[in-house]
């Protein structure tokens, strides 16, 4: 079972709000990303961490933000949220190592009204 | 230009019988490729993986081939199980690189 946490798991809020999904993870791992997936679609990466104080944005343009002030800890933030910014988020973490797999959290379904 | 493809949306299958679930990349420098299972509303669970130094790993009921010289990669599921209902998405990765690429996924229906 892996130990990786997010919050909240449903959401419903109106446009323009500030809204930041929490992710947390216990294994220890130095590489966490943030996922935006939409039914019928790929995973499309939009934030990666290689660790503390390392983060870089993935292929997908987002208007969100992330930090990474400590390890098991990586959160998104939205600054305005928007009807297009509807969707589930997913975070992941993975260990050192080439040959690692990803553990996803259980998401965050997100929907801007 | 999406480097992992799933070209078949959904597959439906009689339960006992095998599920094949295929996946085509386009990236030769891939050398690591997942699967992972999803339920709705829940984050991908990991099932079985394969290094590019392989051609076919086997996990109980779950086997993943490899070919790299056609840059395709397939999920065996046998007996496939009910609860094996859910979205199978492909995955792929460089040995030296972070990020995963992902498929669209596959919708399997295993019929009882």
């Known amino acids: 079972e892996a130990d990786i946490y997010q919050t909240p798991r449903y959401l419903v809020i109106g446009t323009g709000k500030k809204i930041t999904l929490e992710c947390s993870q216990t294994?220890?791992?130095?590489?966490m990303y943030w996922y935006q997936q939409d039914p019928g679609m790929e995973l499309h990466l939009i934030h990666y961490s290689y660790g503390v104080n390392s983060t870089e944005k993935g292929d997908l343009s987002s208007e969100s933000t992330v930090s990474r002030i400590r390890t098991e800890h990586f959160p998104l933030t939205l600054e305005s949220a928007r009807p297009s910014h509807t969707s589930q988020y997913l975070c992941?973490?993975?260990?050192?190592?080439?040959?690692?797999?990803?553990?996803f959290g259980q998401g965050t379904r997100l929907t801007v009204v | 230009d999406q480097q992992v493809k799933q070209n078949s949306p959904s597959l439906s299958v009689q339960e006992g019988r095998i599920s094949i679930l295929n996946c085509d990349y386009t990236?030769?420098?891939?050398?690591?490729f997942l699967w992972y299972k999803k339920y709705p509303a829940e984050g991908p669970t990991f099932l079985i993986s394969?290094?590019?130094?392989?051609d076919k790993n086997e996990d109980g009921r779950f086997t993943v081939f490899l070919n790299k010289s056609a840059k395709h990669l397939s999920l065996h599921i046998v007996p496939s199980q009910p609860g094996d209902s859910a979205v199978y998405f492909c995955?792929?990765?460089?040995?030296?690189?972070?990020?995963?690429?992902f498929g669209t996924g596959t919708s399997l229906t295993v019929i009882p």
């Open positions: 990236n030769s420098m891939f050398d690591y």
């Open positions: 992941a973490s993975r260990g050192t190592g080439g040959f690692t797999e990803a553990f």
């Open positions: 394969i290094s590019s130094i392989k």
């Open positions: 995955a792929a990765r460089l040995f030296t690189g972070n990020q995963f690429y």
């Open positions: 294994m220890g791992h130095d590489k």
